[in-house]
T-cell receptor, first 116, second 111 residues
Framework: EAEVAQSPRYKITEKSQAVAFWCDPISGHATLYWYRQILGQGPELLVQFQDESVVDDSQLPKDRFSAERLKGVDSTLKIQPAELGDSAMYLC??????????????FGPGTRLLVL | QKEVEQNSGPLSVPEGAIASLNCTYSDRVSQSFFWYRQYSGKSPELIMSIYSNGDKEDGRFTAQLNKASQYVSLLIRDSQPSDSATYLCAVNFQGGFKTIFGAGTRLFVKA
């Protein structure tokens, strides 16, 4: 069964350092999402791509976060510099739309980030 | 105001009982509704989707949708200790361009 791949699974870094996360969506899924999930809360959308284009990045802290999906397939999310408050689970999801416009999102295993 | 609301719980039920999880959403154009299960330290796993008013059953799970009341629920019959997890409600607004997740309800099933 096809899955969303993410790496690394765990990352420990010191504040002010740069970190990068990678996501490979399910083959054929044009839409890709990056979410941040803080313990005890639901996933919060950071950025949504449709192919290589950004559809929604209104919640992305653009002073320190960046995301790209250059060829419309895999994607990278970067944080520079990392802050203590960035410690969270970073989830990637991909989705497809059925013939009736219904969308289903599938999540990768996530990257757990700890900033010291 | 949050757009998707869930009781954070924890909800505790004995093994074999029915667990009832509830979710309300704001008055916007909404098409699709999802329930995800998330075990501690793991990513969300899709367990149910529902698109029209009424009930949808899949094994021990039943999703119920009432768009007039802006309410979607998940019933888990014959609850098992392995059902202990956080259940996230997600609502897709505006025809697919915006999915909002609730904060989740923690469920404990006691053996």
């Amino acid at each position: 069964e096809a899955e969303v791949a993410q790496s690394p699974r765990y990352k420990i870094t010191e504040k002010s350092q740069a970190v990068a996360f990678w996501c490979d969506p399910i083959s054929g899924h044009a839409t890709l999402y990056w979410y941040r999930q803080i313990l005890g809360q639901g996933p919060e959308l950071l950025v949504q791509f449709q192919d290589e284009s950004v559809v929604d990045d209104s919640q992305l802290p653009k002073d320190r976060f960046s995301a790209e999906r250059l060829k419309g397939v895999d994607s990278t999310l970067k944080i520079q510099p990392a802050e203590l408050g960035d410690s969270a689970m970073y989830l990637c999801a991909s989705s497809f739309f059925s013939g009736q416009g219904k969308e289903t999102q599938y999540f990768g295993p996530g990257t757990r980030l700890l900033v010291l | 105001q949050k757009e998707v609301e869930q009781n954070s719980g924890p909800l505790s039920v004995p093994e074999g009982a029915i667990a009832s999880l509830n979710c309300t959403y704001s008055d916007r154009v909404s098409q699709s509704f999802f329930w995800y299960r998330q075990y501690s330290g793991k990513s969300p796993e899709l367990i149910m989707s529902i698109y029209s008013n009424g009930d949808k059953e899949d094994g021990r799970f039943t999703a119920q949708l009432n768009k007039a009341s802006q309410y979607v629920s998940l019933l888990i019959r014959d609850s098992q200790p392995s059902d202990s997890a956080t259940y996230l409600c997600a609502v897709n607004f505006q025809g697919g361009f915006k999915t909002i997740f609730g904060a989740g309800t923690r469920l404990f099933v006691k053996a």
